[in-house]
């Protein structure tokens, strides 16, 4: 059907509520379904045969989704009249619907509405509004004091309940609650109470068992409180391990109710280390002097622990040895003293050694150490110290007397990030070195200092010899060498590393982290493969490198020179002592272009880069910012970034208050459009705006007024900054 004009249609419907219930008996499937009976017409004309319909409920009038919808293909229509069942195929059943409370007033049912549509044709209007059928209504409510014959009465069950209760317990009929033993129940309008009390009083205090017994079989629960008859606990009466430190309160067990059993006047009771106990005699509690005692263990055959601040051995003696430590092995240790614990002690020491006049710590070995330090956390394994009264004492004294050792006098090695050796000087006004290294040997190739990194991968800072100078004197020198003969003063070789690192940290400006002096030879040399030969760095306000020259000689190729810079031993860059560089092959900067420093009248900071300058006539050698076309006096454009600057000043000179004018190369400048667009390539004067260039007109152009040629476009307006070829043109 293709359309439906002035369609009149007449139904009568009946909606069955389907709840499932806790009844004995179950609504027939027919009440699960809808009845509709309607009449339609097309144009005044009654539809007759076969048509499809779409039925559609709804819980509003208008719009929404549907909450249910089914398709009957086939419906008969005779004069117009046709019957449906809304519901009637089990695959799509109707859903539950909610028909409020029981009296309809403290929750009203809602509303639900059918639409229909005939040969999916848009639905017709207006939905007609369902009610509640009375087989639907008896079901919803169950009767308040009978259900399916079941009597309830004893119960009383609320008229609004939500189900009926059937059975108690499988009994019908009236049921009655009834207590005994100290349980009982009482009535009180709706509500049934149920307590129970034992012997007197509140809660249960009374249990009877027949045999004597109690089984608590939750061990966490319940908590009871027994009073035990004198005695009642015996030995028999404890599981092996049953009373535990966590089951006995604090202060439980006292000499009243511990008994001492077998044990005699003196014992104590001890672990047998079986897991049992035994009565012992108490351990001996002092040493007949003298006292020597030998056994055979690979565990340790006497330990002390002190827990606190003291000492845990503390040997004195007016001999030669207080304390005297001797191992047979061969690679063994006489004394080893270990610092274990660095955060609760001041100065954790292995071994701490002290001597008036003779030494604090002898080790002496075959092939072994002498002396082992070993500290695990944040002691120090061997600390010597010299007394704060004593003026030629020295902490350490390490000595190789025989002239013909090949073995180093002293060698560390660290495996982890600090430095091997670290020396710090807290003197004042001292004068002596931190390091003194001396070697009086003649044979060529020995070292006084010999540093050497053997990691395969040593970190980025890794560093063989380091010297640091954190004083602020002035005068103070982080490595120095000093060599009479043709050799080094300090030579520093590295594969990838740094040759020598020198690290001045003072505030004073005479702080040099390396600083070399040779008579003859290199005051400083580095040599690499792959790395720096020589490394200057200043990371606050000092100097990176500072080179010296104070001889009075004329500068040649090879002397008398602040500088040189050779490749395979021939010159490529050389500045003599004034001050003239020297370049094989030429230079390059990081500039485009050369100015000349210049003063400005009035404010400096007025003037920025890009602006277009001519030559001022308010005093000598200075420039002002352009502000008239065609100005004859234009001298050049602010340079950005200048990669030769002149100045008829020294180097030191302070230029702050001059512009950088440059004169030629390629300058970032200010342009004005008031000319007409720009194109690269023409050539540019001085503009009416100030500090501004614009594009030439050739007619009007004069010697001496071009700036110089674009070399970008700029199509305006008003102002922008390109790139400019300044010269004279």
Same mark, same amino acid.
């Given at each position: 059907m293709k359309t439906q004009k002035s369609i009149s249609r007449t139904f009568a419907c009946a909606l069955g509520f389907f709840f499932i219930l806790a009844l004995a008996t179950t609504s027939s499937f027919a009440q699960q379904a809808i009845s509709y009976q309607g009449i339609a017409s097309n144009n005044s004309s009654p539809l007759q045969g076969p048509h499809s319909i779409t039925l559609s409920i709804y819980s509003?009038?208008?719009?929404?989704?549907?909450?249910?919808?089914?398709?009957?293909?086939?419906?008969?229509?005779? @004069?117009?009249?046709? =019957?449906?069942?809304?519901?009637?195929?089990?695959?799509?059943?109707?859903?539950?619907?909610?028909?409020?409370?029981?009296?309809?007033?403290?929750?009203?049912?809602?509303?639900?509405?059918?639409?229909?549509?005939?040969?999916?044709?848009?639905? /017709?209007?207006? !939905?007609? !509004?369902?009610?509640?059928?009375?087989?639907?209504?008896? %079901?919803?409510?169950?009767d308040s004091t009978r259900a399916a014959g079941t009597a309830t009465t004893a119960l009383n069950l609320a008229p609004s309940a939500g189900g009926v209760v059937t059975t108690v317990n499988n009994l019908s009929?009236?049921?009655?609650?009834?207590?005994?033993?100290?349980?009982?129940?009482?009535?009180?309008?709706?509500?049934?109470?149920?307590?129970?009390?034992?012997?007197?009083?509140? @809660?249960?205090? &009374?249990?009877? =068992?027949?045999? *004597?017994?109690?089984?608590? $079989?939750?061990?966490?629960?319940?908590?009871?409180?027994?009073?035990?008859?004198?005695?009642?606990? %015996?030995?028999?009466?404890?599981?092996?391990?049953?009373?535990?430190?966590?089951?006995?309160?604090?202060?439980?067990?006292?000499?009243?109710?511990?008994?001492?059993?077998? #044990?005699?006047?003196?014992?104590?009771?001890?672990? =047998? &280390?079986? @897991?049992?106990? $035994?009565?012992?005699?108490?351990p001996p509690v002092s040493l007949t002097l003298p006292y020597s005692q030998s056994a055979t263990s690979a565990s340790i055959l006497f330990s002390l622990t002190n827990s606190g601040t003291g000492y845990a051995i503390d040997g004195s003696s007016g001999g030669e040895i207080a304390i005297q430590g001797q191992s047979t092995a061969t690679l063994g240790v006489g004394v080893v003293g270990r610092a274990s614990d660095g955060s609760t002690i001041t100065v954790p020491s292995g071994v701490c050694g002290t001597s008036d006049s003779h030494s604090g710590v002898v080790g002496n070995t075959q092939t072994g150490d002498g002396v082992e330090g070993f500290a695990s956390s944040l002691g120090v394994g061997v600390h010597g110290s010299a007394g704060a009264g004593g003026t030629t004492a020295r902490a350490g004294l390490f000595e190789t007397l025989n002239s013909g050792a090949t073995g180093n $006098?002293?060698?560390?090695?660290?495996?982890?990030?600090?430095?091997?050796?670290?020396?710090? %000087?807290?003197?004042? *006004?001292?004068?002596?070195?931190?390091?003194?290294?001396?070697?009086?040997?003649?044979?060529?190739?020995?070292? #006084?200092?010999?540093?050497?990194? $053997?990691?395969?991968?040593?970190?980025?800072?890794?560093?063989?010899?380091?010297?640091?100078?954190?004083?602020?004197?002035?005068?103070?020198?982080?490595?120095?060498?000093?060599?009479?003969? *043709?050799?080094?003063?300090?030579?520093?070789?590295?594969?990838?590393?740094?040759?020598?690192?020198?690290?001045?940290?003072?505030?004073?400006?005479?702080?040099?982290?390396?600083?070399?002096?040779?008579?003859?030879?290199?005051?400083?040399? *580095?040599?690499?493969?792959?790395g720096t030969g020589v490394l200057a760095n200043a990371n606050t306000t000092g100097n990176a490198l500072v080179a010296v020259y104070q001889g009075s000689g004329v500068s040649t190729t090879t002397s008398n020179n602040i500088a040189i810079f050779e490749t395979a031993l021939a010159n490529k860059a050389r500045i003599d002592n004034t001050g003239k560089g020297f370049f094989d092959g030429g230079t390059q900067t990081g500039g485009a272009d050369v100015a000349e420093a210049f003063d400005v009248p009035g404010i400096r900071s007025s003037y920025e880069p890009g602006d277009v300058l001519v030559i001022s006539r308010t005093g000598t050698r200075q420039v002002e910012k352009c502000s008239e076309p065609y100005s004859?006096?234009?001298?050049?454009?602010?340079?950005?970034?200048? &990669?030769?600057? /002149?100045?008829?000043?020294?180097?030191?000179?302070?230029? %702050?208050?001059?512009?950088?004018?440059g004169v030629i190369g390629v300058i970032p400048t200010k342009v004005s459009a008031e000319n007409g667009p720009i194109t690269a390539g023409d050539l540019l004067v001085t503009s009416s705006t100030p500090g501004h260039a614009m594009k030439a007109d050739l007619s009007k152009l004069q010697i001496g007024e071009a700036i110089g040629k674009a070399l970008d476009n700029f199509t305006g307006p008003g102002t922008g900054v390109i790139e400019v070829l300044v010269g004279k043109y």
């Open positions: 509003d009038s208008i719009g929404g989704s549907a909450l249910y919808q089914e398709v009957q293909s086939a419906v008969t229509f005779t @004069g117009g009249v046709f =019957n449906v069942q809304i519901g009637t195929n089990k695959a799509n059943p109707l859903p539950l619907f909610d028909a409020g409370d029981y009296s309809g007033t403290v929750r009203p049912a809602p509303g639900y509405f059918l639409g229909v549509s005939i040969d999916g044709g848009a639905e /017709l209007a207006p !939905r007609s !509004r369902l009610g509640a059928a009375a087989t639907s209504w008896s %079901s919803r409510f169950a009929g009236a049921v009655t609650l009834a207590g005994s033993g100290g349980t009982t129940i009482n009535k009180s309008g709706q509500t049934i109470t149920i307590s129970s009390s034992g012997g007197g009083g509140s @809660g249960i205090q &009374g249990v009877q =068992n027949t045999d *004597g017994t109690i089984n608590i $079989t939750s061990p966490n629960g319940p908590t009871a409180t027994f009073s035990l008859a004198d005695g009642a606990v %015996s030995t028999a009466k404890l599981a092996a391990g049953a009373v535990t430190t966590a089951k006995i309160a604090s202060g439980a067990v006292t000499n009243a109710v511990v008994g001492s059993g077998s #044990a005699t006047n003196g014992q104590v009771l001890t672990a =047998n &280390g079986s @897991g049992g106990a $035994t009565w012992a005699a108490l $006098t002293v060698e560390m090695n660290n495996a982890g990030m600090g430095s091997a050796i670290k020396a710090v %000087s807290t003197s004042v *006004g001292g004068t002596n070195p931190v390091i003194l290294a001396q070697n009086s040997s003649t044979v060529v190739g020995a070292f #006084a200092v010999q540093g050497e990194i $053997t990691a395969p991968s040593p970190g980025a800072n890794s560093t063989a010899v380091r010297g640091m100078n954190d004083g602020t004197s002035g005068y103070g020198i982080g490595v120095w060498g000093s060599q009479a003969g *043709g050799g080094w003063g300090v030579y520093g070789t590295t594969l990838s590393g740094v040759g020598v690192y020198g690290d001045a940290t003072g505030t004073s400006t005479s702080s040099d982290g390396v600083y070399g002096v040779s008579n003859s030879g290199n005051g400083v040399q *580095g040599w690499t493969s792959t004859r006096l234009v001298a050049g454009v602010y340079a950005t970034k200048p &990669g030769v600057l /002149l100045t008829p000043e020294n180097i030191d000179a302070d230029l %702050s208050g001059k512009v950088p004018l």
